[in-house]
């Protein structure tokens, strides 16, 4: 099992950056891929980024492309979220997610869910 917590949420100001934190427990992530999810107010939960376990490589919404950066440290059994440039669009309930299976953007490749951090972006 792997327990996931996320942190680094907050109200920001349009323009401004945040930047997420996941923590792992319970299992390393070393083998995981790694993946953000938000859910803002009224809609269906969304992909936003993902890292693949070799942290090689990355791919992003378009939504946040360009403004956002995913990494990883294995050391630290953690991964991140950068994200610039925030937009009111962008506030969201944001989830971190671990999967064992094929690298993908589709959430039910996703075994592991942490509660998610709010993000609040004002204008």
């Known amino acids: 099992q792997v327990q996931l917590v996320e942190s680094g949420g907050g109200l920001v100001q349009a323009g401004g950056s945040l930047r997420l934190s996941c923590a792992a427990s319970g299992r390393t992530i070393s083998r995981y891929h790694m993946g953000w999810f938000r859910q803002a107010p009224g809609k269906e939960r969304a992909f936003v980024a993902t890292?693949?376990?070799?942290?090689?490589?990355?791919y992003y919404a378009d939504s946040v492309k360009g403004r956002s950066t995913i990494s990883r440290d294995d050391a630290k059994n953690t991964v991140y979220l950068q994200m610039n440039s925030l937009k009111p669009e962008d506030t969201a309930v944001y989830y971190c997610?671990?999967?064992?299976?094929?690298?993908?953007?589709?959430?039910?490749?996703?075994?592991?869910w942490g509660q998610g951090t709010q993000v609040t972006v004002s204008s």
């Open positions: 890292i693949d376990w070799t942290a090689g490589s990355t």
């Open positions: 997610a671990a999967g064992a299976r094929a690298w993908s953007r589709v959430e039910n490749r996703y075994d592991y």
